[in-house]
């Protein structure tokens, strides 16, 4: 099973608002609505941020949405901010031998 | 507070054994799949292997298959992840990370153990 992909790195200035890509495949992200998002920090562990494609858990900001077209999957941060600074990953479920893959992860950087 | 706190890391030979543990708390362990998830410093999120909540059905990466047994003890509120015939390339900070039956998104993570295989 692949890691899905993301584009290694997004910028933004504050304020601005960017988008970040997962794509997978039919067996994965395109097959499910089980699309969730991960913000890291350095030395942080993973932090939920979006699960089943775009729905935000209690206490995540609203600028942080998600949504999903064919085996594309997308996070969208509105209203860039400097504590949004940090890694980025999406997973997903799969139909494959390995049950849940994650995305390769992007950089987001607050210029 | 639901919390997960790993434990077990260290430094390690190339074909040595070690044992991780991932204590629970804050929620009934009982009704999650959990999972142990890896990150080499630097580098993306790998899952390795996942566990049901009876103990009863477990997983793995095909990288590690045959050499790593996940476990759990429900009453101890842990989970365990034994690991053997360690290569270099097994060295990562492992995570632990609980899915609810039902469900599928990764919520909360614990803190990570590093393991580091070197001679």
């Known amino acids: 099973q692949s890691a899905l992909t993301q584009p290694a790195s997004v910028s933004g200035s504050p304020g601005q608002s960017i988008t970040i890509s997962c794509t997978g495949t039919?067996?994965?992200?395109?097959?499910?609505?089980?699309v969730s998002w991960y913000q890291q920090h350095p030395g942080k562990a993973p932090k939920l941020m979006i699960y089943?494609?775009?729905n935000r858990p209690s206490g995540v900001s609203n600028r942080f949405s998600g949504s999903k077209s064919g085996n594309t999957a997308s996070l969208t941060i509105s209203g860039l901010q400097a504590e949004d600074e940090a890694d980025y990953y999406c997973s997903s479920y799969t139909s494959t031998s390995t049950p849940y893959v994650f995305g390769t992860g992007t950089k987001v950087t607050v210029l | 507070e639901v919390q997960l706190v790993e434990s077990g890391g260290g430094l390690v030979q190339p074909g040595g054994s070690l044992r991780l543990s991932c204590a629970a708390s804050g929620f009934t362990l009982s009704i999650y799949w959990m999972h142990w998830v890896r990150q080499v410093p630097g580098k993306g999120l790998v899952w390795v292997s996942r566990i049901n909540p009876d103990g009863t059905t477990t997983e793995y990466a095909d990288s590690v298959k045959g050499r790593f047994t996940i476990s759990r003890d429900n009453a101890k509120n842990r989970v365990y992840l034994q690991m053997n015939s360690l290569r270099a390339e097994d060295t990562a900070l492992y995570y632990c990370?609980?899915?609810?039956?039902?469900?599928?998104?990764?919520?909360?993570w614990g803190q990570g153990t590093l393991v580091t295989v070197s001679s």
């Open positions: 039919s067996s994965d992200v395109g097959g499910y609505n089980y």
């Open positions: 990370s609980r899915i609810r039956v039902g469900e599928n998104w990764f919520d909360p």
């Open positions: 089943e494609v775009n």
